[in-house]
């Protein structure tokens, strides 16, 4: 009824973006095809979570996603806050989006300012499946974030035993030192993860780092 009316489907919210946005986070499907089919800015920036593609992926909203990259959605889109739709999907193990965004050659070591990347976010959240399909795909495995070290760091400090394990097979850098956090024994040790501890030494970690 809205749109007949001709409601400005690209009208700007700051905390949902716009409607297309909205729609997506909540993955009503009906809609975002209602919205779309009114040319809906399938990659309009802005709102809570950057952008819809952002928004669903982040909620795990298959159909959704399927239908904004089917409208050729910048899968690569940063948001200036979150990173992008892959790191979303990535942090709440999201596999059946991260598999599609994967297909759509999303840049799987998309680096973003504040939060690292998709591979920081699994080894971190301790997503098995989806650290598996980022190797898979040739994640730099030793990729340094400025602010929060790389993703075996980010395991270790999480005691994420599988990831640590997943991460060191892919001769991950066991003495990577970041300059604020050190490394990854040092946190594994801050935290206690003795099992984890141990398997940094097995691969020769510098005890006097």
Known sequence: MLLAKNADVNAQDGVYG?????ASSKG?????????AKNADVNAQGGEYGNALHAASWQGQEKVVEMLLAKNADVNAQDEEYGNALYAASWQGQEKVVEMLLAKNADVNAQDEEYGNALYAASWQGQEKVVEMLLAKNADVNAQDEEYGNALYAASWQGQEKVVEMLLAKNADVNAQDEEYGNALYVASLQGHEKVVEMLLAKNADVNA
């Open 18 to 22: 716009n409607a297309l946005h909205a």
């Open 28 to 36: 009503h499907e009906k809609v975002v095809k209602m919205l779309l």
